[in-house]
């Protein structure tokens, strides 16, 4: 597996309260990725980042906000945790724009209440 | 945007057989056609992929077939085993665009 690791991985939370996400790579890969896994709709991505400060939004941004401050770390942040954001959550890497293979970490599996 | 849909939804088939998963793409632009295996628990694996300039790519027992005309790519797997069994989904990406976008998946069981 590439060097990716998210943390914590696993996290219950009540609605309201804030949720902070972190992806970590050692691979010194530009892009980074955050994608939310629910049953019957693959992965959807939420925010990604094409290098340090630089970030876009996804498909399903509303209610989720990122930063990347420096090339090995992704934040993801829930400003105030929903019950429709219980799902899986997971980080991918990816090289440069010559190469668009891309590599997931393990998952975070967050519940909120 | 890009919209992937994948079919079937789930496919069971007796070990030794074939497998076919089915995907289609909207955006003519996509020009990067990754699947992904995931087990129950894990996260995504790559275990193939191909790029608009090939129809077709091998590897082992898992092929890739691609028809830009047609806008759809299919996953083969032959003689299939009993660890074969998982989700497996399609995405779709360009250059211009980057993220994946992918399909709702295809739960295979290989019955022994």
């Known amino acids: 597996d590439a060097g990716i690791t998210q943390s914590p991985r696993h996290k219950v939370t009540e609605t309201g309260t804030p949720v902070t996400l972190r992806c970590h790579q050692t691979?010194?890969?530009?892009?980074m990725y955050w994608y939310r896994q629910d049953p019957g709709h693959g992965l959807r991505l939420i925010h990604y980042?094409?290098?340090?400060?630089?970030?876009d939004k996804g498909e399903v941004s509303d209610g989720y906000s990122v930063s990347r401050s420096k090339t090995e770390d992704f934040l993801l942040t829930l400003e105030s945790a929903t019950s429709s954001q219980t799902s899986v959550y997971f980080c991918?890497?990816?090289?440069?724009?010559?190469?668009?293979?891309?590599?997931f970490g393990p998952g975070t599996r967050l519940t909120v209440l | 945007g890009e919209n992937v849909e994948q079919h079937p939804s789930t496919l069971s088939v007796q070990e030794g057989d074939s497998a076919v998963i089915k995907c289609t793409y909207s955006?003519?632009?996509?020009?990067?056609f990754p699947w992904y295996k995931q087990e129950l628990g894990k996260r995504p694996q790559l275990i193939i992929d191909?790029?608009?300039?090939?129809g077709e790519k091998k590897d082992q027992r898992i092929a890739v077939t691609l028809n830009k005309t047609a806008k759809h790519f299919s996953l083969h797997i032959t003689e299939t085993q009993p660890e074969d069994s998982a989700v497996y989904f399609c995405?779709?990406?360009?250059?211009?665009?980057?993220?994946?976008?992918f399909g709702s998946g295809t739960r295979l069981q290989v019955q022994p």
């Open positions: 991918a890497i990816s090289e440069s724009t010559t190469s668009d293979t891309q590599y």
């Open positions: 980042s094409y290098g340090v400060k630089d970030t």
């Open positions: 995405a779709a990406s360009s250059t211009g665009r980057r993220a994946l976008t």
């Open positions: 955006d003519s632009a996509s020009n990067y």
């Open positions: 191909i790029r608009s300039n090939v």
């Open positions: 691979e010194n890969h530009r892009y």
